[in-house]
């Protein structure tokens, strides 16, 4: 696929099949004439186009070519496929709808093409897309409106067609960001994003990928080219789109993806490192400084340093910077030197050099430059249209320093986009657009470097769990697995559960093998408080009467009789972990505070599993602000590495018994003087 995609994307060949001159799409394709790639056209009447001479027929081009364009239906684009797919052709872009989008006609022929460009090894750009443009080698094979697009580093593929115009807009307002190649994916018959991933990473000219996505169809195989494109030293940046019922059922319309939660999404790509962003401006401005800045600049930043000539903007970038998660540290070691040089102030970071900074700029830069508490700059500056104030002279100070340091320097201007004399200092000094994105791009940069330096230890392996063969047990989400064989399928996985008994037909023939008080239920019921099936605190003297009463509460109900009886666990905190055994993009666990607290809070936490001893203890870390676990007004925290042990254990299950497990809750897991023990479990079981 890579070197059929190769030549598909940076031809030196294209043949445009049924464009004429009166096209509506001609405007759009038109630019290509103006690359170095020859271009032919086919057309069944015309014998020009573009004042070009056009075959009649692919056949009569008798020549390899590496992509070929159709803008013909979808019917006549499949038949072309099969033309295709008998030369030596690297790829097809096809943009006509009318494919798997629109219902089972459509899949007939989309699984044509599919097959059809299997068995040619095409790459398949499409269909039901605008097609795709490089930027660079000016190669635009796609019916997208012609939107100012500047050549650089980022590459962007999108399920939705025109959310590529918002990332092509959003990137010319930016002057430091350029664009390499951009891709309408259109409903992948053949090539998707992982295939484009996979491609990105090993190309030259791509610094960094940005992805608008409605579905992820091959999630194996997608964060496994996510991973191989970060260990190249590529971040990747996704948008995803469909975040709400009604919008995944207009994805759903016009690009045949089946969305899943958005929720779970979020879990994953965070897990693997991946860059979040919420709209086409901040994808960008999360990858910008991959592209203006070579490797060797990017920083963790862990500590930045703000300069400004305003205390407004000194305080605003110092807030930003703060929910974002940036640490701006004190610099102490510049302090003295701050109150003694630059009247009324006593802050060195942000620093506002107040108008007086101007005199002594040389030297407030080679301090900040140099210091080692800080490892990026940032310098906010009003960079109007007009140098009406000696800002080039500024600039050119600011670019010397970065020249002579490796740490990252960015020069904002308060409110949008530098003006066109900053661009004295590009290549040593990325240019950002506001505070706000430029701080967003910082954060993002340093992301991405501590997750490069970070090392963690391998996936466990997951081994197969066999289904149980009890009988299931119907309940109104689905079918149930029993108790007991619930308990027994945690404990096989190494999830300690508290004691149980089930009570013999006459409670009175023996008792629980613990001392009470106890817990006693019906065992085999979903919802037991929807019955009244429990009973608190339950002495041995008072056994047989909760048994009666429940047994008789069964009968009413239609419920199983089966009771079970469990000793009352004395209980320091609650913790709720559920498993999904097959969500969108695969077996995923799910943690948060237990009991009544999961619903009250409506907070939850999730990795996909299998899941490594580091992301329990990162999961569990992700409700430290609640002081419920990690300890608070003197009590002490839970034992919270074998609380991760229990997670790495559900995350083994998840991903083990992932083919027959719909889900399982297992809540609450009690902590008490002896521990984490799970009292009850709800397991629903799919064919």
Known sequence: MTSSLERTLKPTSVAVVGLSDTSRFAEYIEPTLDSEAEVFFVHHKNPTVFGRPAVKSLGQLDRPIDVVLSTLNAERSTDLAEEVAERDIGGLVLIAGGFAETGEAGRGLQDRLAATARRGNLAVVGPNGLGYINVRRRISL????????????????????????????????????????????????????????????????????????????????????????????????????????????????????????????DVALRQASVILAYDPEELVDRLQFFDQLEPRRWSKVDGLAVITMTGGFASLAYDIAGQEGLEVPPMEGLGEWVRSTIPGVTVANPLDTTGFGGTIWDQVVDRYATSPESDALLYVHPLADEDETGGKELVAELAGAAERSDKPFVMSNCSGTPAEWTDQGRGAVALGRGVRPTVRGLQSMGAFVRHRERSSSAAPEATAVPRPTAELIEIPEGRMLPFRESMELLTSAGIPVAPYYFVPDDPADAGPPFPGPYVVKLADVGHRTEHGAVRLRVTNADLPTAVKELREIAAADGLSPLTVAQPMVESRGEAFIGLQGASELGPLVVFGLGGVLVEALGRVGGRMAPVTPEQARELIDEFADLKVMHGFRGQPAWDLDSLAGILTAAGRLAAGGHDWIASLDINPIIYGPDGFAAVDALCLVRD
Request: hydrophobic share 50%; glycine share 8%.
């Open 142 to 265: 796609t019916i997208a409106s012609r939107h100012k697009r500047r050549p650089g580093g980022i590459s962007v593929v999108s399920h939705s067609g025109a959310m590529l115009s918002g990332v092509a807009m959003a990137a010319w307002e930016n002057r430091g960001v350029g664009l390499n190649v951009i891709i309408s994916a259109g409903n992948e018959a053949v090539t998707d994003l992982a295939d484009y991933v996979d491609y990105f990473t090993d190309d030259p000219e791509t610094t960094a990928i940005g992805l608008v996505v409605e579905t992820i169809r091959r999630p194996a195989a997608f964060f496994a080219a996510v991973a191989r494109a970060h260990a190249a030293g590529k971040p990747v940046a996704v948008l995803k789109l469909a975040r709400s019922a009604r919008s995944r059922q207009m994805a759903a319309s016009h690009t045949a993806a089946l969305t899943g939660d958005a929720w779970v999404y």
